[in-house]
DNA sequence: GATATTAGTCAGAATATCTGACTAGAATCG
DNA sequence: CGATTCTAGTCAGATATTCTGACTAATATC
């Protein structure tokens, strides 16, 4: 893998490119997640985990997530059922759109967050501590730039609060 | 979204944590290459590509492809079938192990390698302009750096050229 | 040389994901 | 308004992905 892995920037020897950069400690972080919360008897999958991650604290609509986590509406409705039959989040009609339902956090979502929070910040303290804290904070700034023109739903404030409000 | 979503750093109200902002670009670039391989007829999927994008060029294990993908054996034996099926990949014996078999890129997996490669330097340089150069590096370097700690498979020369010589 | 490990496969089951077709509510437009 | 178009979500069916467990053959260990 030292030398031109396929996928590899053209031209460069030893540098892999940024997806596959971005992938392996994306991945690295995930696991650690999946496996905290396996542990403390929540019983999660990946699959269901990448949906619900982006579940929007004001409730969010099947068509958003699923936009957001680049999947079909298909698929993303059968993962908030196994969600919601376990007990992590809840559906409640849209005030706002009588076709739509909001897929909320349920109290035992909440709870698997909160397990899910101590991991994910034991993990970005073990990479604060192996790059320092000027090239992690560089590390999230750089994503978080970057994920203006890469997040396919760019639900902030803007669009959930004063275009649907 | 623009509040603090499931998953999110706590404490923090409006940083997503690590592991989604890496995310969110990651499956921007997969899904770009993935597109971009389906419109020059390479019929590759996204886990197959996940597998193939981590063979070496001087083949690969099974199983040293299982750990970096994060996947079992069985399931990267399973999608290295496909991949050989359709041409992209050839099984060699391991010449240094009767047991093993390497796994290479064959021709027509290098021509979409190259096909990729096009794709992710465009993606890289789309990001580069908004992100700016010098941040860029940053982004490159910190990645690099935290792949030492996060990557499970640290096939760097030393292991795959010495270690098994 | 007996025992334990490792590489990989086979078989079977569970998950995840897609495409296509459809229903009901909302938006548009004349 | 009322017809047409669009959007949110679901149902059904087909594939694709991934896992666990059991197994064979080759290698490493002692």
Do not use: C, H
């Not at 893998?1 to 997806?19: F, I, V, Y």
């Not at 192996?130 to 902030?156: C, F, H, K, M, N």
């Amino acid at each position: 893998m030292g030398g031109e892995a396929p996928g590899s920037a053209p031209g460069t020897q030893d540098e892999l490119n940024l997806g596959l950069l971005l992938f392996i400690p994306y991945r690295a972080m995930e696991k650690a997640v999946l496996d905290a919360l396996d542990a403390a008897g929540y019983d999660i999958t990946l699959a269901q985990a990448r949906v619900f991650q982006r579940i929007d604290q004001d409730g969010s609509r099947i068509t958003d997530l699923a936009e957001a986590a680049v999947l079909t509406k298909q698929t993303v409705g059968f993962l908030v059922d196994q969600l919601q039959r376990a007990g992590y989040v809840e559906r409640t009609p849209d005030p706002r759109d009588g076709r739509a339902r909001l897929v909320r956090v349920a109290p035992r979502g909440a709870a698997a967050v909160q397990a899910s929070m101590r991991v994910v910040a034991e993990v970005e303290a073990q990479w604060t501590a192996y790059l320092g804290e000027t090239r992690t904070a560089q590390l999230r700034e750089a994503l978080t730039i970057l994920r203006e023109i890469t997040d396919p739903y760019q639900a902030t404030d803007w669009r959930s609060k004063y275009n649907r409000g």
